[in-house]
């Protein structure tokens, strides 16, 4: 990406993000359903290394029960995600990003709310992640829904 190392480029105007569409952008990360559609990242630098962050998580939420040395990695790794979350925040609010930049830090940044979500959800219990997968399948199947009336109306 070529922000996160920023310096200082010179932008066309037309290519600077507006703030009607920084305000857009910002409210898809506040929504409810922000991570629909969104995957979290293969791998996040936390501390200047890089984490296997979608394996992790994957890893945590597969288990059949967490030790307690591991809800204590997960509440750390919990803790190093918002850290970086915040750092992605911070770059959406600078005055001379680009659209481009902004998609491409905004998705950085879903995939982490959507990875700490995940990860949050362990704390939660058994009940929360029976509703939660009930939800993700209502919303999957309102997505195929949406996906098959697009392609008849396309045939039409």
């Known amino acids: 990406m070529s922000y996160i190392g920023h310096e200082k480029h010179k932008h066309r105007p037309e290519e600077l993000l507006t703030r009607e569409e920084r305000e ?9 359903f922000f ?10 630098e ?3 290394r890089g984490v296997p962050l ?9 288990k059949r029960e967490l030790s307690d040395e591991e809800r204590e990695d997960v ?3 919990t803790r190093d995600l918002q850290k970086r979350e ?4 911070h770059l959406l609010d600078l005055p001379d990003i680009t659209k481009e930049e902004a998609e491409e830090i ?3 940044l879903l995939g982490i709310l959507r990875a700490i979500d995940e990860l949050r959800s362990l ?5 929360r992640d029976i509703e939660k997968r009930s939800l993700m399948k209502k919303i999957e199947d309102e997505k195929r829904w949406l996906k098959y009336t697009k392609g008849l109306r396309t045939q039409i």
Do not use: C, N, Q, Y
């Open 46 to 48: 936390i501390s200047g």
């Open 86 to 89: 915040k750092f992605f925040a």
């Open 106 to 108: 905004s998705h950085r």
């Open 75 to 77: 509440r750390a790794l």
């Open 123 to 127: 704390e939660e219990g058994p009940e």
């Open 24 to 32: 857009k952008v910002m409210a898809r990360i506040r929504s409810l």
């Open 54 to 62: 979608r394996d992790l998580v994957h890893d945590f939420v597969h």
């Open 35 to 44: 991570w629909v559609g969104e995957t979290i990242p293969d791998e996040v």
